[in-house]
């Protein structure tokens, strides 16, 4: 029976209870951001107003500040952030998380685009543009065929170590703005390099580096006891005030200047045909690291609610927003977990937020660009400075230390790779170094031979049992990882070591396969070189624990029907019973 649109709108005039039409469960599916407008609740209205509020006047200074990090007018981040915070309130699943630009992928634009649009800046616009479609591409194909397992491939310690990295960049970018300097890089090195060489030259703007410091600072040493307060906003707008009311522009403090209210212009025409060529590994990475930093933002946020993020809708959200971005002549963007953080602590509990946060941007920019031309370009500087601070986690470096020595080194690896090879080529050494942490895990895994111990049901590591037993002829081994290539030959060897390892040789070599749960041919090929081992030394081969799927694959391959299935085993103790049996013995007590 179909339901009609008055009963399905009738929760609007019970009580107001419910505020919206309440979608067809469709809509629901394929936009799971409007899935939760469908039963929003008026209780919900005053966090979703106070909290769009509060980060209107957070994210205002802060996307222009990271339009400027990005090479491009500080009006454009006003734009932008508009666009995406409306898109992803459509498409996002995550209840608060705060769509837009943000520190990472606007220092990404800037290292790409620098050494290719030169002094052009409408080449450099277009060139941003053509980024960010690429970034939504990327997104929207990646949603197309279901990859949202992309965003774990950047394990924690090599995530910790990359952002430190691009903190330090980030710091290193603005020391122009904060010292009066003449600064000019594309790099880490090259940054220091030019600053080092600026010092030689000329002297730091003592008014500008007392401007840039003191915002910095005090956004360092308030913002964390003031998390519900406009922190950022009421700094700007002091630092703003300062320089007018005592006319600073006069000792040197550089402002903002006009606010254009059209986004920026762009040249296409200055575009040659190799230029997407030159942008595509840049934008395949730049989307790695913007979809891993929107899916972790969302699923800490998701843990605290006991909301669902889906991966893959995220991948849709995130391709549209920046499809969104390019449409407003801006710059790839990703999602700011501070302006996340500042929406939940002043109660959001819906992407309405967003919505509101939308609207009072656009009325700032509208009704007030007069003002924003006032702020201290010193002053931004800092903010980015803050802002690259919050990006370092100490917490997670200590953790790191303290669990495993290994991965602490992994994190200071990346930072390293980051800051020695630039932010493009350290996305791919952080990916490459997250791939071969894993290898070398899965390759040398643990092993272990099976025992039994007393009042402890079940077979273990002989080496957890105090007082290990083994049934004699009976060996007993499992190895815990998939067999594939990177661990085929330590494979044979292991198994072959625990067979030279018995005082007496033995009858079986049981081998306990449940956690080989996938398996390639060289695997395979590993398996059936230790058959033949065991079928020269006179050993039975046997399997118990094997997953319907490997059998299928082991059948496939070949070595299954030589081992036989009559020695493939469901459970332990029928394996065990069989070889009890083969050779007319009782089971021990």
């Known amino acids: 029976m179909t339901e009609s649109l008055t009963d399905r709108s009738s929760g609007i005039f019970r009580g107001y209870r419910v505020i919206v039409v309440r979608p067809v469960a469709s809509v629901g599916r394929w936009l799971p951001g409007l899935a939760v407008v469908r039963t929003y609740q008026r209780s919900f209205l005053r966090g979703d107003i106070s909290a769009g509020l509060t980060v209107t006047a957070y994210l205002v200074p802060q996307v222009m500040a990271y339009a400027t990090l990005a090479g491009l007018p500080p009006q454009s981040g006003l734009w932008v952030v508009i666009a995406t915070l409306v898109v992803y309130f459509v498409l996002g699943s995550s209840r608060v998380l705060s ?298 470096f200590r953790r790191l230390w303290a669990f495993r020595r290994r991965e602490f080194f992994l994190a200071v690896a990346a930072a390293v790779g980051v800051l020695a090879f630039d932010i493009l080529y350290g996305i791919l050494a952080a990916v490459a170094l997250s791939v071969i942490e894993l290898l070398t895990r899965v390759a040398r895994p643990h092993a272990a031979i099976l025992g039994q111990g007393d009042g402890v049901p079940g077979w273990h590591d002989i080496e957890d049992l105090s007082t290990p037993t083994q049934i004699p002829g009976l060996l007993v081994f499992r190895y815990d990882s998939p067999l594939f290539f990177a661990n085929a030959d330590d494979f044979v060897r292991r198994c072959e070591g625990a067979l030279d390892s018995q005082p007496s040789p033995p009858q079986w070599l049981l081998l306990n396969m449940e956690a080989n749960v996938e398996v390639d041919i060289t695997g395979l090929d590993a398996l059936e070189r230790l058959r033949r081992h065991c079928e020269r030394a006179g050993v039975v081969l046997a399997l118990v624990r094997v997953k319907h799927a490997i059998v299928v694959e082991l059948d496939r391959h070949g070595v299954g029907g030589r081992i036989g299935h009559e020695h493939i085993y469901p459970t332990l103790p029928t394996a065990v019973d069989a070889y009890l049996n083969d050779h007319g013995k009782t089971r021990p007590d």
Not at 143 to 169: E, N
Not at 304 to 318: I, T
Not at 377 to 388: E, K, N, Q, T
Request: glycine share 8%; aromatic share 8%; proline share 4%.
């Open 99 to 396: 769509a837009g630009p943000e520190s990472t992928t606007a220092l990404l634009t800037a290292a790409t685009l620098a050494p290719l649009a030169a002094a052009d800046a409408a080449r450099y616009a277009s060139l941003a543009v053509i980024l960010a479609l690429l970034c939504g591409a990327i997104g929207l194909l990646c949603w197309v065929l279901r990859m949202g397992f992309i965003g774990d491939l950047l394990s924690k310690p090599v995530l910790i170590g990359y952002m430190a990295g691009v903190a330090v960049i980030m710091i290193t970018s603005q020391l122009g703005k904060v010292t009066g300097i003449d600064v000019s890089g594309d790099s880490f090195i090259a940054d220091i390099s030019s600053f080092a060489r600026g010092v030689r030259i000329q002297s730091p703007d003592w008014p500008t580096v007392a401007m840039g410091t003191s915002v910095a600072l005090a956004l360092i040493l308030l913002t964390p006891r003031f998390r519900r307060a406009p922190v950022a906003l009421v700094i700007i707008a002091l630092a703003t005030f300062v320089t007018f009311a005592f006319e600073l522009q006069r000792w040197g403090i550089k402002t903002v200047e006009a606010i254009s209210l059209q986004p920026p212009s762009i040249g296409f025409d200055s575009l040659a045909g190799d230029d997407i060529r030159l942008l595509l590994l840049p934008a395949l990475g730049l989307f790695i690291v913007a979809y891993s930093d929107n899916i972790l933002t969302a699923r800490m946020f998701a843990e605290r609610y006991r909301g669902r993020v889906d991966a893959n809708s995220e991948l849709l959200a995130l391709g549209a927003t920046n499809i969104a971005s390019a449409a407003a002549h801006g710059f790839p963007v990703s999602s700011s977990a501070s302006r996340t953080a500042l929406g939940e602590a002043s109660g959001a509990r819906t992407q309405v937020y967003s919505l509101v946060a939308a609207l009072g941007t656009l009325i700032v920019l509208l009704a007030f660009s007069g003002v924003l031309s006032a702020i201290p370009l010193a002053a931004l500087g800092g903010l980015v400075i803050y802002a690259a601070t919050t990006l370092v986690d100490f917490p997670g």
